[in-house]
């Protein structure tokens, strides 16, 4: 695959990346990010690549279910990621296509998205109606779909509506190589001034005073013995808690037992008593077993009740353990070294979401 292959960007317009019905598709260019990793911007056709329904639909037995599904779950996914994107580019623009952890490499807009490339009503009317992908929620249960009419109003569906499907897609200014190098090269630079930051706070907190240093580590060590105080009523809670779960089966399985045997008896005929007498006495025997385990299952819930009191009451104590240590790092070196937290708090934010979105494994020097 060539990494000579150019795009052709004029002005706010990508010209000619892919073909479709014979022709050669010119996309808006919505976002430009040229200092992103792969200089990535993203881009919209605002002729339709198919017709779709979404809105409501009924089942066989009358009952009205929802198709506007998970984004995911569409059909317009599938067919956008599948057919379009197969036969509308070729291997090298292909290349150039971000995948979309949540989007998929093709896409249709969201609401939100809409409103924002495009503010005024009139600018985002096309002359037909357009799907975006999102639901109206009521109460956290997704409705309708929301779509663009032809006077670019922005609506929700009423019933079964056939929407346009406008294709949107982030494009990489790179090839694979390219790409890839400079993801490395911003990685590299990031963690050096993540490295420089640690080697910041690291002098500032060798400046700590003696008795400074002293009531740090006294606090640490007090967050230490709440730690493991903690995790020992937590495991002692979710021990009682198993046991007494399996006392409870115990218990349904001897009721169970007990009642079939009930029935038994009951059958038996008025004469046969000696196998009468026999029932009776495994009834008794069940009966009494029950009840030990009954009384087992409620000394042990007592028991599960006072440990979860001991777990709250530990969970409390590190809570406050560590809120003192916060009190007094707060109060350390005038701010300085809350700004370095700061800092490296948002490069390893930064990072993160950069290996997310590329999927770059970490590096040896993390």
């Not at 020992?232 to 409870?248: C, L, V």
């Not at 009776?280 to 009384?295: G, T």
């Amino acid at each position: 695959m060539s990494e000579a292959f150019a795009l052709n960007i004029q002005g706010n317009t990508l010209k000619g990346f892919g073909k479709w019905e014979g022709s050669p598709v010119d996309w808006i260019i919505l976002d430009d990010q040229p200092d992103t990793p792969d200089g990535r911007m993203l881009v919209f056709y605002n002729r339709p690549v198919a017709k779709m329904y979404r809105g409501r639909d009924k089942m066989e037995d009358g009952h009205e279910y929802l198709a506007v599904h998970a984004w995911k779950e569409t059909t317009v996914i599938r067919n956008l990621n599948g057919d379009f994107l197969e036969n509308a580019f070729t291997e090298e623009e292909r290349e150039r296509i971000a995948d979309g952890a949540d989007t998929g490499r093709v896409f249709v807009l969201s609401s939100e998205e809409t409103k924002r490339f495009f503010p005024e009503k009139k600018d985002r009317a096309f002359g037909m109606e357009w799907m975006l992908r999102d639901v109206t929620k009521i109460d956290s249960y997704e409705t309708d779909g929301w779509y663009i009419e032809q006077d670019g109003a922005l609506a929700t569906e009423e019933g079964i509506k056939t929407l346009a499907v406008l294709p949107a897609m982030w494009i990489s200014r790179y090839g694979r190589e390219e790409r890839l190098a400079r993801i490395r090269a911003w990685e590299a630079d990031m963690l050096k001034k993540r490295d420089a930051l640690k080697a910041r706070k690291a002098e500032l907190l060798d400046s700590l005073p003696a008795a400074e240093r002293e009531q740090w580590n006294a606090l640490k060590a007090v967050i230490a013995r709440a730690e493991a105080d903690f995790a020992a009523k937590r495991k002692d809670y979710e021990d009682k808690k198993e046991k007494r779960g399996r006392i409870w089966k115990d218990y349904i399985c001897d009721k169970s037992a007990l009642e079939e045997s009930y029935k038994g008896y009951e059958k038996l005929n008025l004469f046969k008593f000696a196998q009468k007498k026999e029932v009776k006495a495994e009834i008794e025997r069940l009966e009494a077993k029950k009840n030990e385990e009954k009384k087992r299952y409620d000394e042990m819930s007592s028991l599960e009740e006072a440990a979860d009191d001991a777990k709250k009451t530990a969970s409390e104590a590190l809570e406050s353990a560590k809120e003192a240590f916060d009190s007094f790092y707060n109060g350390l070196f005038g701010g300085a070294h809350l700004r370095i937290d700061k800092e490296l708090n948002a490069l390893s934010a930064s990072i993160e979401r950069i290996k997310k979105e590329y999927g770059i494994a970490p590096s040896a020097n993390e």
